[in-house]
């Protein structure tokens, strides 16, 4: 008996490249943000939508679930190339990680999260409306994506969390004591928003500010990068940008906003 043929896998595959702990920043943020999503689900089940050509920041993702949320989660890498795949199968540890083929329509499982950072980078930006659409139709009730891109070693980042009407959140994140200026944030904007970070757009208007703001702390840069960008992101603030969360998250870099931005 045969079953029904098995839909083949959406998109095509990434670069591949990846390194060690290049994901901790938006995998903390997903820890912090994202808990109560995986607490109250039936089954936590969280997909890594194109882990790369090793399976290392699955794995890291897998064991920050479960030490921060909870211990029965599961994570399932997928990846369209085959390869990938085989190559993966060693880290495996069922039922809490797992690795299959699969794209954009998730393989057919209905996760609770799904994280694709890096993902979209190499698609078209029109293409990305219909990449969200068919990743957010296949989530469980209640269920979130959380798609953006990172610089290779993951010191800077951005992110936005999608859900079946579109994104809710911006998140803009960096390593404080190797960041410059916060218009360097500007080059690893989601695919979405990296070509209209240009005048009159909102994206443009909040990395400027930002980056007004980050100069205006500069004189308690005597104190450390970190209460320097709490000065500025408190700034943002203040001025009316839709800043979410308080100093205990922007403390980690991180400065996430309401979606739309005005």
């Given at each position: 008996?045969?079953?029904?043929?098995?839909?083949?896998?959406?998109?095509?595959?990434?670069?591949?490249?990846?390194?060690?702990?290049?994901?901790?920043?938006?995998?903390?943020?997903?820890?912090?943000?994202?808990?109560?999503?995986?607490?109250?689900?039936?089954?936590?089940?969280?997909?890594?939508?194109?882990?790369?050509?090793?399976?290392?920041?699955?794995?890291?993702?897998?064991?920050?679930?479960?030490?921060?949320?909870?211990?029965?989660?599961?994570?399932?890498?997928?990846?369209?190339?085959?390869?990938?795949?085989?190559?993966?199968?060693?880290?495996?540890?069922?039922?809490?990680?797992?690795?299959?083929?699969?794209?954009?329509?998730?393989?057919?499982?209905?996760?609770?999260?799904?994280?694709?950072?890096?993902?979209?980078?190499?698609?078209?930006?029109?293409?990305?409306?219909?990449?969200?659409?068919?990743?957010?139709?296949?989530?469980?009730?209640?269920?979130?994506?959380?798609?953006?891109?990172?610089?290779?070693?993951?010191?800077?980042?951005?992110?936005?969390?999608?859900?079946?009407?579109?994104?809710?959140?911006?998140?803009?994140?960096?390593?404080?004591?190797?960041?410059?200026?916060?218009?360097e944030l500007a080059e690893r904007l989601p695919k979405a928003l990296i070509h209209r970070?240009?005048?009159?757009?909102?994206?443009?208007?909040?990395?400027?500010?930002?980056?007004?703001?980050?100069?205006?702390?500069?004189?308690?840069?005597?104190?450390?990068?970190?209460?320097?960008?709490?000065?500025?992101?408190?700034?943002?603030?203040?001025?009316?940008?839709?800043?979410?969360?308080?100093?205990?998250?922007?403390?980690?870099?991180?400065?996430?906003?309401?979606?739309?931005?005005?």
């Amino acid at each position: 008996m045969s079953g029904a043929p098995r839909r083949r896998p959406l998109g095509v595959v990434t670069r591949g490249t990846t390194n060690p702990n290049r994901l901790r920043r938006v995998d903390n943020w997903i820890v912090a943000t994202c808990a109560d999503r995986l607490r109250a689900a039936a089954d936590p089940l969280v997909v890594d939508l194109g882990y790369g050509a090793t399976p290392v920041t699955a794995v890291e993702l897998r064991a920050r679930l479960a030490a921060g949320v909870r211990r029965d989660v599961r994570l399932v890498g997928l990846e369209i190339d085959p390869a990938r795949v085989a190559a993966a199968t060693p880290a495996a540890d069922p039922p809490g990680l797992t690795f299959a083929r699969g794209g954009f329509e998730l393989a057919g499982l209905r996760p609770v999260l799904v994280r694709a950072l890096n993902v979209l980078r190499q698609y078209d930006e029109s293409e990305v409306p219909d990449a969200w659409r068919t990743m957010t139709a296949a989530l469980a009730p209640g269920g979130a994506l959380v798609e953006g891109t990172c610089d290779e070693l993951g010191r800077l980042a951005s992110w936005l969390l999608v859900d079946v009407d579109g994104p809710r959140t911006l998140t803009l994140a960096a390593k404080l004591t190797t960041l410059g200026s916060p218009a360097e944030l500007a080059e690893r904007l989601p695919k979405a928003l990296i070509h209209r970070n240009v005048p009159g757009e909102a994206v443009h208007d909040l990395i400027r500010a930002l980056d007004d703001a980050w100069h205006a702390a500069a004189p308690y840069a005597t104190f450390g990068p970190r209460q320097r960008w709490l000065r500025a992101v408190g700034r943002l603030r203040d001025d009316g940008w839709p800043v979410l969360d308080g100093p205990r998250r922007w403390r980690h870099g991180e400065l996430t906003l309401r979606w739309p931005l005005p």
